[in-house]
């Protein structure tokens, strides 16, 4: 799906099949996905919706927020089994009997992001020992994420340049106890390597829900 030229509506309308296929395509015809959330980020300070004095509606996905540069994870286990009754309530249970996985899909809307991309951990470094669990508390829901406990022992890693049509898939949990990787630590970060004319980023991510059978 073209983004270049945003249409809040038509992310509405056209986004969600358009990341459910993507999906498909990693984790086989099988699956059930949903896409519970999407969110618009800038670095564009004078763009974003976080400016001092200005109301800001958490509900109004067309708002652009900043980048996040605080090391986090969406979701906890808890979190994960909380989304699940949240938005499915009524068929929670039978879904829950499987493996599920939420995912984050990471974009830019436009021009290569030189200044403030995503980086990603390495799942592998990370020790449950480390993560801390803390509360994500809106007016109409209350979830749980994680965050991690400084450490030497983390690899990072990020897509150089990435393009709009280059799509960043990452876990921010995994039900399955066998899984090499069950969650991804990730922030955005100033980019010491970039460009001073570089243009601001801006960026689209997705958030869903995957239910496969164990």
């Known amino acids: 799906m073209p983004l270049s030229h945003f249409d809040a509506d038509a992310v509405e309308r056209e986004y969600p099949g358009h990341v459910e296929e993507i999906v498909r395509e990693l984790v086989g015809s099988n699956a ?21 004095g200005k109301e800001y509606d958490p509900n109004n996905r067309g708002l652009y927020i900043n980048p996040v540069r605080t090391v986090h ?86 897509l150089s340049n990435q393009r709009s049509d280059e799509v960043l898939i990452f876990k921010s949990y995994d039900s399955s106890a066998s899984a090499k990787a069950r969650y991804c630590p990730h922030a955005s970060f100033e980019n010491p390597f970039a460009q001073a004319d570089a243009p601001c980023r801006e960026s689209i991510e997705a958030r869903v829900l995957v239910f496969t059978p164990e």
């Open 73 to 158: 994870i969406d979701q906890s286990a808890d979190g994960a089994v909380k989304r699940v009754r949240h938005h499915l309530a009524e068929r929670a249970d039978q879904l829950l009997q499987g493996r599920l996985r939420v995912l984050n899909l990471w974009r830019p809307l436009r021009y290569p992001v030189q200044d403030y991309p995503l980086a990603v951990c390495d799942a592998t470094t990370i020790s449950s020992e480390l993560l801390v669990k803390a509360a994500y508390i809106r007016e109409d829901y209350h979830g749980e994420s994680l965050y991690p406990l400084q450490s030497d022992q983390y690899k990072w890693y990020y």
């Open 32 to 52: 059930e996905v949903v896409m519970f959330d999407w969110r618009l980020r800038t670095s564009d300070r004078n763009h974003s919706a976080f400016r001092l």
